[in-house]
């Protein structure tokens, strides 16, 4: 397998079929704000490719950064569903892990009133990222949503200086980011969607 990298074609394959195999719609930023984001260098997208060439990719990593800030904000990852559960998903974050970075990631936390299902899968998921070495730090709302914030390769900093980070890192206009988020307060809805 390889992991690097995407081209352009890649990521236009990637925003249109992986991503929304994986992602509610609620959770998925549009396009003109992923386009933004890779031409002022502030996005990563990696992928995960079986070897040979002209392979679309099977999995992914994104990473939010922002310069001036050393975290960065593991944005999305997601591996097809015909090679999920086959640890896919821990192999890419060794490799994001070894490369040194601070990460931040946001796994949505089990919501009162739904479904048994839906909240053994957000389980589920913090789960992985613990059993991967993330720790949880802090609760923080964006999407219109409440999600856990895990830590990695962080040791070196303050933990004030990384909730500072992780909201600088969003865009000025995300009103729906919230770091910390108390347990009173309620997240609230994505700006694209007010």
């Known amino acids: 397998m390889q992991f690097r990298r995407m081209t352009q074609p890649e990521i236009e394959y990637w925003y249109a079929v992986l991503l929304p195999e994986g992602f509610e719609p609620n959770e998925i930023k549009p396009w003109a704000d992923f386009e933004r984001l890779l031409a002022e260098d502030r996005y990563e997208i990696w992928g995960l490719f079986e070897d040979g060439p002209g392979n679309d990719p099977i999995g992914f990593a994104c990473l939010w950064k922002r310069p001036g800030i050393p975290l ?12 999920r559960n086959g640890g896919w998903g821990a192999w890419m974050l060794t490799q994001l892990k070894g490369q040194g970075r601070p990460l931040v990631c946001e796994s949505e936390l089990p919501v009162e009133g739904s ?36 830590l990695i390769n962080d040791e070196a900093y303050r933990i004030n200086d990384i909730m500072r980070w992780h909201k600088q890192l969003y865009d000025e206009k995300r009103t729906d980011v919230q770091v910390p988020l108390g347990p009173d307060e309620q997240p609230r809805p994505p700006y694209w969607m007010t």
């Open 72 to 83: 960065v904000l593991l944005d999305y990852l997601g591996v097809t569903e015909a090679v």
């Open 115 to 150: 479904s048994e299902a839906e909240n053994a899968i957000r389980r589920r998921r913090i789960a992985f990222y613990e059993r991967n070495g993330f720790r949880p730090a802090y609760e923080m709302a964006t999407c219109g949503l409440r999600w856990q914030a895990l």
